[in-house]
């Protein structure tokens, strides 16, 4: 149902005359005639009679008073109800996250929230930081906390939250826990266990021996960061693990020279996605301003 119609209907029934509702509509006389043209064709009936110079409303225009009333009442009344619901923090926000982010930062964010907004239904999706990249991009997710990755891609946006620096490590039992001054080149000949070669934090790992024209002898390969340190524990290999993994059962490699891997985590944003009032919220929680298409 076309509501422009139906109000210049209703216009023409309270003026008597197509001339008189054009100039309260502020459109032609032609405008006016064709819309109610439009409405006579929609409900195959004839709502005025012409009589002269003048025009007389047929029974069908009487019946269709208070039905077009009721109908603009409603739908004023609906985009009332949907504006008030966008600007409401409430409904579902689904949100990706990397597990070692949704682990050892998350918690204190999500708390705080969904004591802030108890109305919003948080759904949380682990999965790697790289599934969790392509879906934000694919518009799968609206938003991802994840490792943030060496390039950006141009179409979406990123928010860097937390510095993650990556240290060498090894079990306590290792021989490497006892060598001092180990050179990136000796490094490479002991068994690694690192992440999978497609991972943002395996391309930091990488690019650095890269620099020197060296290769890990990696082992094993396995994504959650929780069960890298647990191979290394047990003396399988060495890896590189952010300081928060870090426990009595590693031990730091010394290393001939600092070495810094340095990685950071954060919030990617797909500007294609309509910021609700929800994700907004939770923006304006971590002090990121909003991108994207805004609900008004």
Same mark, same amino acid.
């Given at each position: 149902?076309?509501?422009?119609?139906?109000?210049?209907?209703?216009?023409?029934?309270?003026? =008597?005359? $197509?001339?008189?509702?054009?100039?309260?509509? !502020?459109?032609?006389?032609?405008?006016?005639?064709?819309?109610?043209?439009?409405?006579?064709?929609? !409900?195959d009936v004839t709502l005025f009679?012409?009589?002269?110079?003048? $025009?007389?409303?047929?029974?069908?225009?009487?019946?269709? $008073?208070?039905?077009?009333?009721?109908?603009?009442?409603?739908?004023?009344?609906?985009? $009332?109800?949907?504006?008030?619901?966008?600007?409401?923090? &409430? /409904?579902?926000?689904?949100?990706?996250?990397?597990?070692?982010? =949704?682990?050892?930062?998350?918690?204190a964010v999500l708390k705080q929230?969904?004591? &802030?907004?108890?109305? #919003?239904? +948080?759904?949380?999706?682990?999965? *790697?930081?790289?599934?969790?990249?392509?879906?934000?991009?694919? =518009?799968?997710?609206?938003?991802?906390?994840?490792?943030?990755?060496?390039?950006?891609?141009?179409?979406?946006?990123?928010?860097?939250?937390?510095?993650?620096?990556?240290?060498?490590?090894?079990?306590?039992?290792?021989?490497?826990?006892?060598?001092?001054? #180990?050179?990136?080149?000796?490094?490479?000949?002991?068994?690694?266990?690192?992440?999978?070669?497609?991972?943002?934090?395996?391309?930091?790992? +990488?690019?650095?021996?890269?620099?020197?024209?060296?290769?890990?002898?990696?082992?094993?390969?396995?994504?959650?960061?929780?069960?890298?340190?647990?191979?290394? &524990?047990? /003396?399988? /290999?060495?890896?590189?693990?952010?300081?928060?993994?870090?426990?009595?059962?590693?031990?730091?490699?010394?290393?001939?020279?600092?070495?810094?891997?340095?990685?950071?985590?954060?919030?990617?944003?797909?500007?294609?996605?309509? #910021?609700?009032?929800s994700m907004a919220a939770l923006?304006?929680?971590?002090?990121?301003?909003?991108? =994207?298409?805004?609900? *008004?």
């Amino acid at each position: 149902m076309n509501t422009t119609n139906l109000n210049t209907f209703l216009a023409v029934m309270q003026t =008597g005359s $197509i001339s008189q509702a054009a100039d309260k509509l !502020f459109i032609t006389q032609p405008a006016v005639s064709k819309r109610i043209k439009n409405l006579e064709d929609e !409900f195959d009936v004839t709502l005025f009679d012409t009589v002269g110079r003048g $025009i007389i409303p047929t029974q069908a225009a009487h019946d269709l $008073i208070p039905h077009a009333k009721r109908w603009l009442d409603d739908y004023d009344n609906l985009k $009332i109800n949907l504006k008030n619901r966008q600007q409401t923090v &409430s /409904g579902k926000l689904i949100i990706g996250t990397s597990h070692h982010i =949704g682990l050892h930062h998350l918690p204190a964010v999500l708390k705080q929230f969904i004591q &802030s907004y108890p109305a #919003v239904q +948080l759904e949380v999706h682990f999965v *790697d930081s790289e599934q969790a990249h392509k879906a934000v991009l694919d =518009g799968d997710l609206s938003l991802a906390f994840l490792t943030l990755p060496p390039v950006y891609d141009k179409r979406l946006n990123y928010h860097m939250l937390w510095s993650d620096p990556l240290h060498f490590v090894t079990g306590i039992l290792s021989p490497l826990a006892h060598k001092m001054n #180990v050179t990136l080149e000796q490094l490479a000949n002991y068994p690694a266990i690192l992440p999978a070669a497609n991972t943002f934090t395996s391309q930091i790992t +990488l690019a650095e021996f890269a620099k020197y024209n060296l290769k890990p002898y990696a082992t094993m390969s396995t994504n959650p960061l929780e069960s890298i340190r647990m191979l290394v &524990s047990v /003396g399988l /290999g060495w890896s590189v693990l952010p300081q928060t993994l870090v426990n009595q059962d590693l031990q730091p490699i010394n290393m001939d020279t600092p070495v810094e891997l340095q990685r950071y985590l954060g919030l990617v944003t797909n500007p294609n996605i309509t #910021v609700s009032a929800s994700m907004a919220a939770l923006l304006d929680m971590l002090g990121l301003e909003m991108d =994207g298409k805004h609900r *008004d």
